[in-house]
Nanobody, 124 residues
Framework: QVQLVESGGGLVQAGGSLRLSCAAS????????MGWFRQAPGKEREFVAY????????YYAQPVKGRFTISRDNAKNTVYLQMNNLRREDTAVYYC?????????????????WGQGTQVTVSS
């Protein structure tokens, strides 16, 4: 099993940047593919970004492509989400998720492990 703890959320003006971190427990972090999801009030949880176990493959949702970058440091058991040029519509609770395996996983139901979430609020 793995436990996930997100950090780095906050209040930022439109056009600004934030970097989210997700720290994982356990010795087998590099066995997991990782994803970032977000959930805005009244909306379903949606996929944001994915990274393979070795960081060699990434995938982004269209609304964040070119603005967000997912990365990981397996030596530190941490995955990051660098968010640039933030927009009001990026306001949401952001969650990291983990799943054992090597496949591209985009659906929230396919991830077994979740963090508690971190709030990102973008003001105009």
């Amino acid at each position: 099993q793995v436990q996930l703890v997100e950090s780095g959320g906050g209040l930022v003006q439109a056009g600004g940047s934030l970097r989210l971190s997700c720290a994982a427990s356990g010795r087998t972090f590099n066995s997991y593919v990782m994803g970032w999801f977000r959930q805005a009030p009244g909306k379903e949880r949606e996929f944001v970004a994915y990274i393979s176990w070795d960081g060699g493959s990434t995938y982004y949702a269209q609304p964040v492509k070119g603005r967000f970058t997912i990365s990981r440091d397996n030596a530190k058991n941490t995955v990051y989400l660098q968010m640039n040029n933030l927009r009001r519509e990026d306001t949401a609770v952001y969650y990291c998720a983990a799943e054992i395996g090597s496949s591209l996983i985009l659906g929230p139901d396919e991830y077994d492990y979740w963090g508690q979430g971190t709030q990102v609020t973008v003001s105009s």
